[in-house]
């Protein structure tokens, strides 16, 4: 079977960047996008392809050759349900916040909203794809509500988690470590819809790396993969404490430890803690299915990751407020980076966020610099800790336009995000706009200790 209409519901970070791929990839096949969310698809058909609404290196270039010719974006979900004979869902899957399963289990009432739609409107046989990261056995459900709401036509249930990370999403679709595509292998309808899947994907991946499995075991490798992940940043984050106390530095143990084959070099970099969409969401929902299973052991293990990480932002932050003599009440403190990672303007659970909650606990008076991050996210960000009123967080913070800026008076200035425009600052400038001490913290290792001491600054870093 070939197919020739795509349609993905979601028009966000995983479903943007993966479609437009597709399209590029893909001409013969339409593929198009649609989204609930007006102002989202309005920014994707922005006339100037620098507008759309995610920032991701070499984006704009691949909207920009696909767009209008085979890659579409709209909020006519019906219609595209209607035409499509392939159905990515790809909409968010937050963590729960009421009911059973509060702040942990995966929210799926926009995953149930888009199957009883996809039922509602179908009138041919689709292939419906689960490309939102979801838990063990959603499909099974997705299953049940489609042929029991839909109209008598067939589904074929596939799941394709998507492993893209952020900042680097182009690349890693373009040249992926492995598509990953479970479905009904046992029977002739299942393995005809896999063999569909795939043989989009093979127009740019090796088939190699095409790994086809059961449903069960795709949907359980994603949440697998983000726990190893992140349980590696927490590993080497619990290290940097106790490299901070005995004269170890955490580069040189990541490096040393890293270049045992065995263990491999990648995702070894201490930090004030991780951050993103993903790994906390994730594990929270591993640990949920688990303890659902009776498995606390398990649930535990895992939980002790976002533990550890909850730890290394907290500790980053006490780190601040002890160095500057037990107290930042009324003093300024400049964050520069708000972004989980570098270059991304994303900032859902970036460790930003909790530093400046705990600082301004504290009284601090924040000033924040981040070269993509908008003003409005940054109170976003904060009035949704709900800490504080909303008047209360833009008394108290001040987001500006440079590092320069950010630095005029300022006590301390902490380093968040490993922008790599903050290691080619004018340091001396910035240390002669702060006040004396000039306090540094380095949360990433992005800074040369020895250069910014010769300059003067009291130099902190994470893990050393
Ligand atoms: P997102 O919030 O950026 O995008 C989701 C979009 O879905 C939103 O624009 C929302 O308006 C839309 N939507 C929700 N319900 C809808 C409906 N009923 N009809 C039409 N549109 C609807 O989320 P995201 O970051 O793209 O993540 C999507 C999924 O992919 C999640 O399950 C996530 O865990 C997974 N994932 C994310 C990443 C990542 O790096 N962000 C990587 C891999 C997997
Ligand atoms: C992650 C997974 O990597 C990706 O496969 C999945 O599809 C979505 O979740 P993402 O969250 O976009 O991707 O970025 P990632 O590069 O994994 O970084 C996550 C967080 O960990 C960031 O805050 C990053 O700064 C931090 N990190 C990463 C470290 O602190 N140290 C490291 O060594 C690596």
Redesign the pocket.
């Known amino acids: 079977m070939k197919i020739k209409n795509i349609c993905c519901?979601?028009?966000?970070?995983?479903?943007?960047p993966t479609m437009a791929v597709i399209a590029q990839k893909c001409p013969e096949i339409n593929v198009t996008v649609?989204?609930?969310?007006e102002e989202?698809i309005k920014a994707w058909n922005d006339e100037d392809v620098e507008n759309i609404p995610i920032y991701e290196p070499g984006l704009s270039n691949v909207v920009k050759e696909a767009r209008d010719r085979n890659l579409f974006f709209s909020t006519d979900?019906d219609a595209a349900i209607d035409k499509a004979d392939m159905i990515f869902i790809?909409?968010?899957?937050p963590t729960k916040t009421y009911g059973i399963g509060k702040g942990m289990a995966a929210d799926l009432k926009?995953i149930e909203?888009?199957a009883r739609?996809i039922a509602r409107v179908s009138k041919t046989d689709k292939i419906v794809v689960e490309?939102?990261?979801?838990p063990v056995r959603t499909a099974e459900a997705l299953k049940n509500i489609l042929d029991n709401t839909g109209n008598g036509v067939n589904y074929q249930i596939l799941s394709n988690?998507?492993?893209?990370?952020?900042g680097t999403?182009v690349d890693d679709l373009m040249n992926p470590d492995r598509v990953l595509i479970g479905g009904d292998i046992d029977t002739t309808e299942g393995k005809k819809a896999v063999d569909a899947l795939v043989d989009v994907y093979a127009h740019w991946v090796p088939r190699e790396k095409l790994l086809t499995t059961n449903v069960w075991s795709s949907e359980l490798s994603?949440l697998t993969a983000n726990a190893f992940l992140a349980q590696r940043v927490s590993s080497i984050n619990a290290m940097s404490e106790l490299c901070e106390k005995t004269g170890a530095d955490v580069n040189e143990v990541s490096k040393a430890v890293g270049m045992d084959s065995r263990i491999g070099s990648k995702f070894l970099k201490s930090s004030v803690g991780f951050g993103?969409?993903?790994f906390q969401?994730?594990i929270l929902n591993l640990v949920y299915i688990s303890k659902s299973f009776g498995l606390h052991e398990v649930a535990d293990y895992w939980e002790q990751v976002i533990l550890m990480n909850d730890h290394q932002k907290r500790r980053f932050a006490a780190k601040i407020v002890q160095t500057l003599f037990n107290t930042v009440s009324g003093k300024k403190i400049a964050l520069l980076g708000w972004a989980f990672k570098k270059d991304t303007n994303?900032t859902r659970e970036s460790a930003a966020i909790y530093v400046a909650d705990y600082l301004l606990n504290e009284q601090a008076e924040i000033v924040v610099y981040d070269p993509k991050v908008k003003t409005e996210q940054i109170y976003a960000d904060l009035d949704y800790l709900n800490t504080r009123s909303s008047e209360e967080n833009k008394a108290k913070v001040k987001v500006v336009n440079t590092a320069y800026e950010s630095a005029k008076g300022a006590h301390a200035i902490a380093v968040l995000t490993e922008w790599d425009e903050f290691k080619d600052l004018d340091w001396e400038k910035i240390y002669k706009e702060m006040l004396k001490p000039a306090f540094l913290f380095d949360g990433r290792r992005l800074l040369e200790r020895s250069t910014k001491e010769k300059i003067g600054f009291e130099f902190y870093a994470i893990g050393s």
């Open positions: 519901i979601g028009a966000g970070y995983v479903g943007g649609v989204d609930i969310n989202r979900v790809s909409v968010n899957t926009y909203l888009c739609q490309k939102s990261t979801l988690p998507e492993f893209l990370a952020e999403a994603k993103g969409s993903c969401k994730d994303d």
